[in-house]
């Protein structure tokens, strides 16, 4: 099935630093990335969606300035968080859609990543 | 408007029974999928099951079941014979096929599953 590999899986940065977290799909092509925040004990909640070789489009709220998006690949998306800061802690998710949706698949051409963990001290 | 609710955030349920956890949506696509994910404490968002808007039967996913109930906006997942490791917490999500594709989750809930 298609898998979509996540790293890191958790990150522990100082205030001020930038980090980047990589989304590749290992086995198929991702046209469409999209990124998710998840506070503890809260939902997932879309942060941006990127295709492939053009800027990303992000939700209300979410600056595009502090998290970069580069989805300069079929096969690779990096979120980078810059200048994080502690209530930039949170958990990073993305989830691909493939190319062409193969309706065979379980999961109807979504695949999440397994997640980031990142912490800001 | 919140498009996927969940009224339940907690629920318990005895290893071995079934348990129905709740999921109604808003929506005025006429297409649309709504997929339930398991999240155990590791993180991992784990598909178990999805429901596409024209489809006349029920999914049904081993001991996963979603009762679709379309007129009353409502798919709720139904498991069977519990497992300790079905405690996890629970989302429902929704897709509009013509409004952006990408998922909009709900709340969640979690599950206990008592030995």
């Known amino acids: 099935g298609a898998v979509v590999s996540q790293h890191p899986s958790w990150v522990i940065c100082k205030s001020g630093t930038s980090v980047k977290i990589e989304c590749r799909s290992l086995?198929?092509?991702?046209?469409?990335m999209f990124w998710y925040r998840q506070f503890p004990k809260q939902s997932l909640m879309l942060m941006a969606t990127s295709n492939e070789g053009s800027k990303a489009t992000y939700e209300q709220g979410v600056e595009k300035d502090k998290f970069l998006i580069n989805h300069a690949s079929l096969t690779l998306s990096t979120l980078t968080v810059t200048s994080a800061h502690p209530e930039d802690s949170s958990f990073y998710i993305c989830?691909?859609?493939?190319?062409?949706?193969?309706?065979?698949?379980?999961?109807?051409?979504?695949?999440f990543g397994s997640g980031t963990r990142l912490t800001v001290v | 408007a919140q498009k996927i609710t969940q009224t339940q955030p907690g629920m318990f349920v005895q290893e071995k029974e079934a348990v129905t956890l709740d999921c109604t949506y808003d929506t005025s696509d006429p297409s649309y999928g709504l997929f339930w994910y398991k999240q155990p404490s590791s993180g991992e968002m784990i598909f178990l099951i999805y429901?596409?808007?024209?489809?006349?039967q029920n999914a049904t996913e081993g001991r996963y079941s979603l009762n679709f109930q379309k007129a009353r906006k409502s798919a709720n997942l139904v498991i069977s014979a519990s497992q300790l490791g079905d405690s996890a917490m629970y989302f429902c999500?929704?897709?509009?096929?013509?409004?952006?594709?990408?998922?909009?989750f709900g709340p969640g809930t979690r599950l206990s599953v008592l030995p």
């Open positions: 999500a929704m897709r509009e096929d013509n409004y952006g594709q990408n998922f909009v």
């Open positions: 429901q596409g808007s024209y489809d006349q």
């Open positions: 989830s691909a859609r493939e190319r062409s949706e193969n309706r065979g698949s379980r999961d109807y051409g979504y695949t």
């Open positions: 086995d198929f092509q991702a046209t469409t």
